[in-house]
Structures are given as C-alpha cells and as structure tokens.
C-alpha cells in the first residue's frame, strides 16, 4: 500500500512557464514533507520541506503547498528553466524526530527550451 | 563542508555472494538511512542507524543488515546476493535538529549511491 503518491509520472513544460508537480498521502501522522530534485547517476538533492503547522512555504523559485484535509502537497516552480528537467520525489515523515521518511515514486519534468 | 561520501560507485558480484556498501556522514550527523532504488521504482526504506542503533528496518528480509560505527559511518551488508538485489542502494544521513527549546524538522542529505549489479 503507497502512503506516498505521484499519480504523474512525468511531466513536460515550456521554458519560463510555472511547473507543478503534486503529491498526495494516506497517513495522516505525516506531518513533515519534503521535495527533493535527483539528476541521473546522482542522489536526490533536498530542495525544499513543509511542516504541518504551515500551509505554504517559499524558497526562491520553489513554492510547496500543503492541503492537510485534502492529505495533498504541490511544489511550484516559477519560472521553470532547462536545469529544472530531473525527476521530483516528495517524500514524509511521521513525528519530529521521523523514524522513516516515505518517499513516492517520482515525476520526471522536462522543461523544454 | 564534505557531503555524505558512499563507496563503492560501482559494484558487481555474481548470486549467492555477500556485498559490503559503506557510508560516510555529513560532519556532525548521527544518523544514517539507507534506501534501495530499484530500476523504473521509487526510494524503498531500508534500514535507520542513530547513535550505533538500528532504530528502524524497512520491508526487507533479515539477509539485508548493516551496521554504525563510533564516527557515525555506516556499512549495508547483502548476503546470499539475488539477482532482484541489483539496484542503487543510497546513504543518507541527517543531523541533531534539537534548536531553541523546540524541535525542528531537518531533511536527509544523500550521497550518490553505489551501483549494485548482481549476475
């Protein structure tokens, strides 16, 4: 049973348009989540996190939503560069000192020149 | 500042083989996740290390073990190789978050993985 989903595996977008890529989970202990961006040959690279007791949080370019009734997280990227084109994994945790981080099975993005 | 270093990159043994992987932290932290990266799959938990313990094992059998030394590095250890083993096996590795009195969340911190192929 996925407590981790990513209903999109992959996604394509214009050069400088916004690209969302969206997450939703069944446990409803999670109350931690984080995105994080991996490049071919390389591991995943932490982007960006939201605890439960925000909604929205923002770090440059990147925006991740948290919709805790809807059990749904989003991530935005404004505006969306040819860098961007790796595969996006949200993954959560259960407690502030998580035991296990549950990852989904990743969206691909292409950002298309 | 050195990121969590994993070695070997590559590794390839036949079935029915033991394999050795190995994990260096981020100076400072203390506990060590691994993960199993099938191919076309996504990150499946493993095994979780905090101050030499394992504190938490994932849907694995018992042939998948590891350890953590006194400096916080790591070892993951395969026995009795499959050939469904071959996958990339990522270290990561996340510090004390104890700040100002409250709890704070701090994310995990992965190395590059090691490649495992089983022939």
């Known amino acids: 049973d996925q407590q981790v989903k990513q209903n999109s595996p992959s996604l394509s977008v214009q050069e400088g348009r916004i690209s969302i890529l969206n997450c939703d989970y069944t446990n409803s202990m999670f109350d931690y989540f984080l995105w994080y961006k991996k490049y071919p040959a390389e591991g995943p690279t932490f982007l960006i996190s939201i605890s439960s007791i925000k909604d929205k949080n923002e770090d440059g370019r990147f925006t991740v939503f948290l919709n805790k009734s809807a059990k749904h997280l989003s991530l935005h990227i404004v505006p969306s560069q040819p860098g961007d084109s790796a595969v996006y994994f949200c993954a959560a945790s259960e407690g502030n000192y998580g035991q296990n981080f549950v990852f989904g099975p990743g969206t691909r993005l292409s950002v298309l020149p | 500042e050195a990121g969590v270093t994993q070695s070997p990159t590559h590794l390839i043994k036949t079935r029915g083989q033991q394999a050795t992987l190995r994990c260096s932290p981020i100076?400072?932290?203390?506990?060590v996740y691994w993960y199993q990266q099938a191919l076309g799959l996504g990150l499946q938990f493993l095994l979780w290390y905090d101050e030499g313990e394992e504190r938490n094992r994932g849907n694995f059998p018992p042939r998948f073990s590891g350890r953590q030394f006194p400096n916080y590095s790591s070892e993951l250890n395969v026995n009795a190789l499959e050939l469904e083993d071959s996958a990339l096996y990522l270290c990561a590795t996340r510090g004390d978050m104890i700040g100002t009195g409250e709890v704070d969340n701090s994310p995990l911190h992965f190395g590059n993985g090691t490649r495992l192929t089983v022939t």
């Open positions: 100076s400072g932290h203390t506990s």
